[in-house]
């Protein structure tokens, strides 16, 4: 089995070993520095022999480096690790293993999950509701226990061992049990890679909450990114004082205003919409034109969506219930088309659909009102309106 250099000295970052095994993606190592996906954190990537790393997995106890080449087996191989994510990697799990724990000191609440993301952290507690207050209390002790610099320690222990230890919940293996300890705190069994003390965790910072079927997920980051959501929150500050010409205790005043002005104009907007569809409707109806013994309001539009096309036909219909009503209009390279009456006897779902495969379209509708649109490819605005005045003779 492969030397797994990451529990001996989880601070080495170069090392040098043997091939074992050679596939056409992946090498197996004699010795290995790279820690492979698994317990929610992701593996560490890096070089070998200059080659990228884009993958660790372990499968059946070997540990696989995907490097999408062949090295021969037997030959001697430098390892480098990205430190930079490496180090990340210990200082999010860290800080997970130290929130957790003081959910559990303060509230009794037991993570359920954990996920390191590439940006944020995640765990999920066996809770349906948190509250403000208690995640600021549970975030204090979080950082307190970072700034204690107390020391995170790693033992191997058997089976029968375990009991001599207060662990926080259940374990999922009988062998080869590693244990992740903050004395007088925290007691977990983790396969995970962790710094030497929480200090090296730097500071946690709780981004929010949101609800996963009866339970929490908690949504944090700890060290080097707490800084970096600092530095994008006050980058986006510094923006909107500059956009909304106000400093930034008064952000928050000037945004609820803004968008109460902008629903307001909303208002208006529609308003004013309804005002010219109800006079584009009366002018249509100037137009009624006689197909057999239908009369219809027919016209071609530029640019209006269905909704506007059904609110204009509403419209006409309010003024003279015994008309047919057929509109097309061409928008975004598609043609829309509405075919609605009110006391008239045309079956406009039949309507609509003697003319979809003409557009390889889709629409549906009722009896009374019918709707649908397709491509514009082969045929017109117009000959498509010229086509349902046709299905009416």
């Known amino acids: 089995m492969t030397n797994k250099l990451y529990y001996e000295n989880v601070y080495q970052s170069t090392f040098v070993a043997t091939v074992t095994k050679s596939e056409e993606d992946y090498i197996v190592l004699s010795e290995t520095a790279f820690y492979p996906t698994g317990g929610g954190q992701p593996c560490d990537t890096g070089t070998i022999n200059g080659k990228i790393v884009s993958n660790v ?15 021969p087996v037997g030959s001697k191989v430098e390892g480098i690790i ?7 990697h210990m200082q999010q799990h860290a800080g997970q293993h130290i929130l957790t724990a003081a959910f559990v000191e303060l509230y009794g609440y037991e993570t359920t999950s954990f996920h390191l993301g590439s940006e944020k952290v995640t ?10 207050q208690e995640l600021e209390k549970v975030e204090q002790l979080t950082n307190q226990i970072i700034l204690e610099q107390r020391k995170i320690e790693t033992v ?35 396969g995970g890679t962790h710094p030497q003390n929480t200090g090296e965790v730097q500071a946690l910072a709780i981004l929010g909450t949101e609800r996963q079927k009866k339970k929490t997920r908690i949504e944090f980051v700890c060290g080097h990114r707490v800084r970096k959501q600092i530095h994008d929150k006050t980058t986006v500050i510094s923006k909107l004082t500059s956009l909304l010409h106000a ?15 902008n629903k307001t104009l909303e208002k208006e907007i529609k308003s004013l919409q309804d005002t010219i569809f109800q006079y584009e409707a009366l002018e249509l109806l100037k137009d ?7 009369r219809v309001v027919q016209t071609t539009f530029k640019d209006k969506g269905l909704q506007e096309l059904q609110t204009i036909a509403r419209y006409v219909l309010a003024n003279d ?11 975004n ?16 779902k039949n309507l609509a659909q003697s003319i979809l495969p003409v557009i390889n379209g889709k629409g549906g509708g009722n009896e009374k009102q019918a709707q649908g649109g397709g491509e514009a490819k082969t045929i017109t605005s117009d000959s498509l309106l010229t086509m349902l005045l046709h299905q009416l003779k």
């Open 57 to 71: 997995e372990e499968v059946n106890g070997e540990i696989r480096h995907y490097i999408n080449d062949s090295l």
């Open 82 to 88: 990205d430190w930079e994510r490496r180090f990340d």
């Open 123 to 132: 765990i999920d507690l066996n809770v349906e509701n948190i509250s403000s």
């Open 156 to 190: 191997w222990v058997s089976k029968e061992e375990v009991n001599q230890y207060p662990l926080r919940k259940t374990l999922s293996v009988e062998e080869n049990i590693r244990l992740v300890i903050i004395p007088e705190f925290d007691y977990n069994g983790c």
């Open 247 to 261: 400093p930034q205790n008064e952000l928050e005043t000037n945004a609820i205003r803004l968008i109460d002005r």
């Open 288 to 294: 009624t034109i006689k197909v057999g013994n239908h």
């Open 321 to 331: 219930p015994e008309v047919n009503v057929l509109f097309v209009s061409e928008i």
């Open 333 to 348: 390279g598609k043609l829309q088309f509405v075919c609605q009456r009110e006391q008239a006897a045309i079956n406009m």
